[in-house]
């Protein structure tokens, strides 16, 4: 045991400036006190960042989980993925169709089956067939936390949690209802571990923004490689990784913690939602810069 933990937490980069997200600040600061203590208690990192991920999903204050929006054809599909560092074991569902929480289905095929990741009808056998808990009625269930809002940000938005425990471990789990209207079948970053999703020994990140981009510099990984081959500290190689995607005209952010406890959030978007907290005293919820 270190005594030395980290958390971050994010609830999307979709935020727009012209909206106030008290709501959703009130609620990330409860959750991130509340992960704080479950790892200052010595919780494991992969424990935490599924709690809280799941937390996330079921607030339905953002584009994941009960928060999710249909896409074109009117149908919720939702995207998700965990992994663990220390194992490097990951696990990911995609197009996942009437499960309440796709994160803990995701942590499910990590654990349960020799697969990485499960997508559509494959993805919700197995969710039924372990006895994850499914939603009702989607008609009734999903309240769209972004809709009906303008601009192009506002229509995606993802939920993520990457935490570093105090046995040394870190972790990373992300979700989302991906774009707003996206085409059947559209599956983003989210579920991609290394795009959207990456933890090792070096750090654990969770990215959210315009998948395709995220995909095309393989986001979430890069931030560990940078650190391993071109010896960047976690924040310059988290704000690269997100100047990459800026630079190909994607938007989004990530959060990011290491082993030594730091943690970043860089973004290139009008926001993002996102509290960060560590044993050094850090804590912070914030939605804009
Ligand atoms: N990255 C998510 C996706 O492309 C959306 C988001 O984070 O806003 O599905």
Aim: proline share 3%.
């Amino acid at each position: 045991m270190t005594g030395t933990w980290a958390i971050a937490l994010h609830g999307g980069a979709g935020a727009i400036a012209a909206r106030a997200y008290q709501q959703e600040e009130e609620h990330m600061a409860a959750l991130l006190d509340r992960g704080a203590a479950m790892l200052a208690k010595g919780m494991s990192a992969l424990d935490v960042v599924v709690a809280m991920a799941g937390a996330l999903e079921a607030s339905g204050l953002h584009v994941a989980g009960k928060g999710a929006a249909p896409n074109a054809a009117g149908v919720v599909e939702l995207d998700a993925s965990v992994m663990d560092g220390a194992t490097r074991m990951a696990g990911a569902v995609a197009a996942l169709r009437g499960f309440i929480s796709p994160v803990r289905v995701a942590r499910g095929v990590m654990e349960n089956t020799p697969h990485v990741l499960l997508v559509g009808e494959g993805a919700s056998r197995f969710a039924a067939e372990q006895g994850f808990e499914r939603v009702d009625d989607p008609k009734t269930y999903y309240v769209p936390a972004a809709s009906g809002l303008p601009g192009p940000e506002s229509g995606s938005g993802t939920i993520g949690a990457v935490a570093l425990d105090t046995s040394g471990k870190l972790a990373a789990a992300t979700s989302t209802g991906g774009l707003h209207g996206k085409m059947p079948g559209r599956v983003g970053d989210t579920p991609i571990i290394g795009a959207g999703c990456w933890a090792d020994q070096r750090a654990a990140v969770s990215c959210t923004g315009l998948g395709e981009y995220f995909m095309r510099v393989n986001a979430a990984a890069d931030v560990s490689a940078r650190i391993a081959y071109a010896g960047q500290t976690l924040e310059s190689a988290a704000a690269a990784v997100i100047e990459d995607v800026r630079g190909l005209g994607g938007y989004g952010g990530l959060i990011a913690v290491d082993a030594a406890g730091n943690v970043t959030s860089p973004f290139a978007s009008q926001g993002m939602k996102r509290g960060l907290a560590n044993s050094r005293g850090l804590r912070e919820v914030k939605t804009f810069q």
